[in-house]
């Protein structure tokens, strides 16, 4: 059982604390993603799960047994970086079998080891040729054979992909889904990829200045945002957030421009409060331009302007000004718009969010 547990977890450099009392129970087999913008934490988390990283404070459990002062060789863990060192004057199968070799384990052993992990990562005709003989995602592919060969129980990566090109992140996304349903290890996955998380996790954990955000799967913290940062952070192009203020069953804007406070919302909010309101590029559209996959439930229809369009081959962004600003909408085939032309909006309420803006969190809907 590779559950692992961050209680209270701390990192300190010096008088610098930069992960503040973290919790997290991850379950055994789970794949977690952490995310977060640059500098949140994330890879100091990570190091402390696989003991390249002191503890300064609070405890990491991997199974159960407190590992704080157990060194990375015995936690029954792998890591895979993003710069993945293959020693270059060895083989593929040579630098798959090498830290078995150093654990000193029989040879017939570590040659198993090594065809069992180059099967399930499609490595077998390439076992015999060194590093420079091999593409990107081949050698991030052998980094993982290394990784899979001790068999741990958890699996910790840290933005294992970002050195590759867009084609070829997606198609290694697509073998790290599969080698985890293979080994059934925990994994826990850091990248700042947020399709990466979104597609791969199981929950998704939203780091922010060394504390947690929210931990939720992809469904939870696309659709429930906790708080005005996740909102932000989640969801491509991002959510449209715009400050109001609460007046007379209204959101009112900086501009005067006003929208209805959403039904799910009503008894949550009181008049005058400051408020946050959100909703995604896929719930505002040009009524009666193409295709929207949002299910038009509570909409509110206004007349807006349109600012620019940008068509992205199966989808176009069109950027719509409402409140003193462009808010984006998502549409599928919408028919040719031009710059200033007039058209009538439509905002699914149902669909909004609102967030205090004292403290970022999301307000309470009804029935939830
Ligand atoms: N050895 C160190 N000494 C002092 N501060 C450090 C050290 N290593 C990291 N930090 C600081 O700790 C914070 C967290 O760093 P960390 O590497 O965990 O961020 P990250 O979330 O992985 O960011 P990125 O997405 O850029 O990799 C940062 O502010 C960083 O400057
Ligand atoms: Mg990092």
Not at 58 to 68: A, E, K
Not at 174 to 193: F, G, W
Not at 221 to 243: E, H, K, Q, Y
Not at 350 to 366: D, P, V, Y
């Amino acid at each position: 059982m590779a559950t692992v547990t961050l209680e209270k977890l701390v990192k300190r450099y010096g008088n610098l604390e930069v992960v503040h009392g973290i919790d997290l129970a991850i379950r055994d087999r789970e794949f977690i993603a952490l995310v977060g913008p640059s500098g949140c934490g994330k890879s100091t988390t990570l190091r402390m799960i696989a003991g390249l990283e002191d503890v300064s404070a609070g405890t990491i459990r991997i199974g159960g047994d407190i590992v704080n002062d157990l060194p990375p060789r015995s936690r029954n863990i792998s890591m895979v970086f993003q710069s993945y060192a293959l020693y270059p004057h060895m083989t593929v199968a040579e630098n798959m079998g090498f830290s078995l070799k150093i654990a000193k384990r029989p040879a017939d052993e570590i040659e198993r080891r090594v065809a069992e992990a180059a099967a399930i990562l499609h490595l077998e005709p390439l076992l015999h040729r060194r590093p420079s003989q091999l593409s990107g995602g081949q050698r991030q592919r052998v980094a993982m054979g290394r990784a899979i060969v001790r068999h741990p129980e958890v699996f910790l990566f840290d933005e294992p992909l970002s050195n590759l090109d867009a084609k070829l992140r997606g198609e290694m996304r697509t073998e790290i889904k599969k080698l985890h349903a293979k080994v059934q290890s925990t994994v826990v996955y850091v990248t700042h990829d947020q399709v990466e998380a979104m597609t791969l996790a199981d929950r998704i954990v939203i780091m922010r200045d060394g504390h947690i955000e929210q931990v939720g799967t992809p469904d939870e913290v696309f659709s429930r945002p906790a708080t005005r940062f996740v909102a932000s952070f989640i969801g491509s192009p991002p959510m449209n957030l715009v400050d109001g203020v609460i007046d007379a069953g209204f959101v009112v804007f900086a501009n005067g421009d006003r929208l209805p406070v959403p039904e799910a919302f009503r008894g949550s909010v009181t008049a005058g409060e400051k408020v946050v309101f959100g909703l995604r590029p896929d719930d505002l559209y040009p009524t009666g331009h193409g295709l929207h996959s949002g299910e038009a439930t509570a909409v509110h229809e206004t007349a807006l302007r349109v600012a620019i369009t940008e068509p992205l081959g199966n989808e176009t962004l069109v950027f719509l000004e409402f409140a003193g600003r462009e808010w984006v909408s998502r549409m599928l085939n919408p028919r040719p718009l031009v710059i200033g032309e007039p058209v009538r909006a439509s905002f699914d309420l149902a669909r909004a969010h609102l967030f205090s803006a004292e403290t970022g969190r999301a307000i309470q809907r009804k029935g939830v």
